[in-house]
Antibody, heavy 118, light 106 residues
Framework: QVQLQESGPGLVKPSETLSLTCSVSGDSINNYYSTWIRQTPGKGLEWIGYFHSSGTNYNPSLKRRVTISLDRSQNVFSLKLRSVTAADTGVYYC?????????????WGQGALVTVSS | IVVTQSPATLSVSPGERATLSCTTSLSVTDKLAWYQQKPGQAPRLLIYDVSTRATGTPARFSGSGLATKFTLSISSLQSEDFAIYFCHQYNHWPLTFGGGTKVEIK
């Protein structure tokens, strides 16, 4: 069974960059749409975007601040969210799905709480 | 696509039936999933494609609906079913989720 685990700083200062990594075990990330989802007090569950061999796809509401990338050699994928504010405080999940048309999530990481504060 | 869930909170006694609603602002055909979330945990997939139970989902959970109106039913609530439930449409990008229904003990 595929397992995912987020890692990264739990505290980020306003205007700086939030960086998280998702380690995947049990299968190659080449087979999946590698996705980030967050859960914030203000917006609830929000899809951030994915990286796939066919390309990337980001939520328009976050697109100008987000980059998702892969390191196939390490079987990990990463999230960078620039110019953060308090509204970006929340739990960030990595998740995967196999098919563009069946973009539901059976596999999630346990979540990483990120607080934006000075 | 805006996804709206109702009610926000549902108070149910153990053993009773619970019915949760999910409405989408445009048709999502049959591309709708339901998740269960407990405190401190990631969402867990229960149902996808409106009515297909995910691996490990008990038979007391059932999904129905089409286009813009969907329902998750829990036939006889067990203690482990008290949680928050989210619906999720994946017919349109960006993917969107409902605000959740909290099922609490009456």
């Amino acid at each position: 069974q595929v397992q995912l685990q987020e890692s990264g700083p739990g505290l980020v200062k306003p205007s700086e960059t939030l960086s998280l990594t998702c380690s995947v075990s049990g299968d190659s990330i080449n087979n999946y749409y590698s996705t980030w989802i967050r859960q914030t007090p203000g917006k609830g569950l929000e899809w951030i975007g994915y990286f796939h061999s066919s390309g990337t796809n980001y939520n328009p509401s976050l697109k100008r601040r987000v980059t998702i990338s892969l390191d196939r050699s390490q079987n990990v994928f990463s999230l960078k969210l620039r110019s953060v504010t308090a509204a970006d405080t929340g739990v960030y999940y990595c998740a995967i799905h196999r098919s563009w048309a069946s973009a539901f999530f059976e596999n999630w990481g346990q979540g990483a709480l990120v607080t934006v504060s000075s | 696509i805006v996804v709206t869930q109702s009610p926000a909170t549902l108070s149910v006694s153990p053993g009773e039936r619970a019915t949760l609603s999910c409405t989408t602002s445009l048709s999502v055909t049959d591309k709708l999933a339901w998740y269960q979330q407990k405190p401190g945990q990631a969402p867990r997939l229960l149902i996808y494609d409106v009515s297909t139970r995910a691996t490990g989902t008990p038979a007391r959970f059932s999904g129905s609906g089409l286009a813009t109106k969907f329902t998750l039913s829990i036939s006889s609530l067990q203690s482990e079913d008290f949680a928050i439930y989210f619906c999720h449409q994946y017919n349109h990008w960006p993917l969107t989720f409902g605000g959740g229904t909290k099922v609490e003990i009456k």
